[in-house]
């Protein structure tokens, strides 16, 4: 009963518009203070938690992710894509999203993604006569590829808030990614063949090729010089992040001289107020969810699900249903702050291995991200592109699809995520 | 009241600038064990503050800004009438927690500031200096919490930027 009464409570104040790092906080402290807990835990919980030297790399990564974004990078970067494969069956679009899996590699943020690629590649898409919805559902799809290409802002709070090592599940996110990148890929070629009514792009001459890579070749060396940092121990994420920070700011300020000092204050106040969100709903989680543990609810909920579900297949599929509706009102990393404390001790209980868990529950926020009515790719692909919500919707379901197939393929080989930090 | 106003600007911007800086000292940290050999006792420590401190100071100014990330699916189709109560609701929520966590927050950095407890790490800092930023924020996000809740009481609230939170 208390249960259900504590999480009516949080879902009536989360959808009364109390932020969400305050209706968790909130309700924690009220739950301290109403168990005769010590509400000493709030302060406590707030500054152990951005005292985390992990959740350093958030700023960081946004940081660079902005300073990128402002210092017009994408243009570059498609420019040299589109160089090499435009010329393919649906080439442009081919183009597109993997300028959005390169630029997922050098950004944790499935939004900055979106808005980085979506700038330059929605217009050339239109331009050349795709369908727009087709064109939306690509880019709000593609961007999300952000969050589960490393680096991962998701990910480093789900390694925070579990204790798991961010870098195995940096590691584990590569190959889920590329099997995301295929299936796009190929969805797009046939959707050209069979659906399209583009203009075909004449191919790009080899003397074309060179410019183009070269233009684009700091923002791929970053991301290479990131990956390779992380994968061999060079450095530590939050390291990474510094790093890749600072030469964000070489590339565009020094190499390309687009970043001019109005841009660099933007992204950094922009980097800021996102951190900020981020990171106090962190904070919030971590007071209800000591709270809750005192109530024992985490394991009460364990307990039921273990009771009631006992196959591991029947645990997904329902949890894969409970986070896609959840993922309808809700915005993606509360769900994976609010889910994961009560959800992990369950499937640990059934076998699954925790980082693959949490690869599990960044793909369905990814879909979380592209579902409407709240999907925060799809506002963003709408601002970008100035276009209507339906339509975006609409362009966004076979992607969709594709994204709960690989949730499907995942679960039947863990080892698409598992075999590259584990065995490689 | 514009005072207060400009002293949150002024807080964020400090905020934004202790992220970059902490990135500039991480950087130097990995140039210098690599290229030099020589690590730093302070770059971990001294970027962390930086965190602790921008993420603390910045809180005000980002609610001002309503770019605290909420659920809007819902309120969003209540009546104006009806809205106006949620929203002065959901801003005497935050007052609340505020005005709690920052007096017990006083209490932890005045315990230590009196006794003199140092962080016991390679620099030894006081343990105060992460501490102060916990009152320090959420006394300054209590007063704007109120003045945003006098705001929507009077029919004014920012419509969520549906948060950019996630990423």
Known sequence: MTVILILAALFALLLLRVPVAFALGGLGLALLIAGGFSPLMAPQAMLSTLDGFILLAVPLFLLMSNVLLKGGVGADLFAAVQAWVGHWPGGLAVATILSCAIFAAISGSSVATAATIGTVAIPEMIGRGYRKDFVYGLLAAGGTLGILIPPSIPMIVYGFITEESVIALFLAGIGPGLLLVVLFVVFAMLHARFLGGQEAVPAASWSERLRASRRALPSLALAALVIWGIYSGAFTPTEAAAIGFAASLAITGLVLRTLTWKAFRDAAMEAMMTTVAILLIIAGAKIFGKAITLYRIPQEISLFISQTIDTAGAFIVVVAIVLLVMGLVFEALSMVLIMTPVLLPAAMGLGFDPIWFGIFMVVMVECALITPPVGLNLYVIQAVARARMAEVARGVLPFLLLMLVTVGLLYAFPSIALYIPFHL | ?167
């Open chain 2, 1 to 167: 009241m514009r005072a207060f106003a400009a002293l949150t600007a002024a807080f964020a911007a400090v905020g934004a600038a202790l992220f970059a800086l902490a990135g500039a000292m991480l950087t130097y940290e990995v140039v210098a064990r690599y290229f030099f050999t020589a690590p730093t006792i302070w770059a971990a420590e001294l970027s962390q503050l930086c965190l602790i401190w921008g993420t603390l100071l910045a809180m005000a100014q980002v609610l001002a800004r309503g770019r605290h990330i909420a659920v809007d699916a819902v309120a969003a189709q209540l009546p104006r009438p009806v809205r106006r109560l949620t929203e002065t609701l959901a801003m005497a929520v935050i007052a609340g927690f505020a005005a709690i966590t920052a007096a017990y927050g006083w209490t932890i950095f005045w315990d230590s500031f009196e006794r003199g407890r140092t962080t016991g790490s390679m620099l030894d800092l006081p343990a105060w200096l992460a501490e102060l930023p916990v009152p320090l924020g959420c006394a300054v996000l209590f007063v704007q919490a109120l003045i945003s809740m006098r705001d929507a009481w009077a029919g004014r609230w920012i419509e969520a930027g549906h948060g950019e939170g996630e990423r």
